[in-house]
Structure formats: structure tokens, C-alpha cells
């Protein structure tokens, strides 16, 4: 079981850069796959993957935020983060991480992740 705890969240203007942090809890959370989700305002049924890091350190990007976006995780401290440059106004939304002891590789569906983090608010204007 895994807990997670998102942190770095604000508000920005176009163009700038955030970066977010998600905690996890538990000895063997690096070896789970992780990932950052957002939902956009108005579409609460619906959680966009942005970035996945599987264990052995592969990685996975969705085309809206490729060259912007960079996932990292430090295992040792068992954080993950989203590095957050270039910001646009349709960045904004709330950004949930998740985590999955296993994933069909590369997976950016909200389904495929059974551990959720509260969710961290991102406004850029």
C-alpha cells in the first residue's frame, strides 16, 4: 500500500515554470510505477495522463506537454516530480499523482493506477 502527498502547486503566468513534488509513503515505492494525472476544470470524469516513470527508469510523455514536462523520481527520498516550463493558460488544471505496482507499459490511463494522491491546483493566466 502506498500513500501519496502532492506538493508545489500555484499560480503562474504563461510562459513561466512550476515545479510539483509528490511524496510516497512506504519502503517499496520505488518499485512501483508512477505517474502525474491532471483534470482540467470541467471535466471532473476525466483524468489526463501528462507523464508516467516506470522502476527501471523508462519513461512516458503525452504529446501535450512533450518538450515542456520533464518526470523525475528520486527513489532514495521517494519523491516523484513534474518539472513544469513553458506553462500555457491550458496547462491549468489540478494535478493528481498516481502510482501502480505494474502497468502495460506505457500506460497514461487513469485506469490502469490504483494509488491517488489529494490533487494539487495549477493556474496559469
Known amino acids: 500500500h502506498v500513500q501519496l502527498v502532492e506538493s508545489g502547486g500555484g499560480s503562474v503566468q504563461a510562459g513561466g515554470s512550476l515545479r510539483l513534488s509528490c511524496a510516497a509513503s512506504?519502503?517499496?515505492?520505488?518499485?512501483?510505477?508512477m505517474a502525474w494525472f491532471r483534470q482540467a476544470p470541467g471535466k471532473e470524469k476525466e483524468r489526463e495522463g501528462v507523464a508516467a516513470i516506470d522502476s527501471d527508469g523508462s519513461i512516458s510523455y503525452a504529446d501535450s506537454v512533450k518538450g515542456r514536462f520533464t518526470i523525475s523520481r528520486d527513489n532514495a527520498k521517494n519523491t516523484l516530480y513534474l518539472q513544469m516550463n513553458s506553462l500555457k493558460p491550458e496547462d491549468t488544471a489540478i494535478y493528481y499523482c498516481a502510482a501502480a505496482r505494474m502497468v502495460r507499459w506505457p500506460s497514461l490511463s487513469q485506469h490502469d493506477y490504483n494509488y491517488w494522491g489529494q490533487g494539487t491546483q495549477v493556474t496559469v493566466s
Open positions: 512506504g519502503s517499496t515505492a520505488g518499485s512501483y510505477c
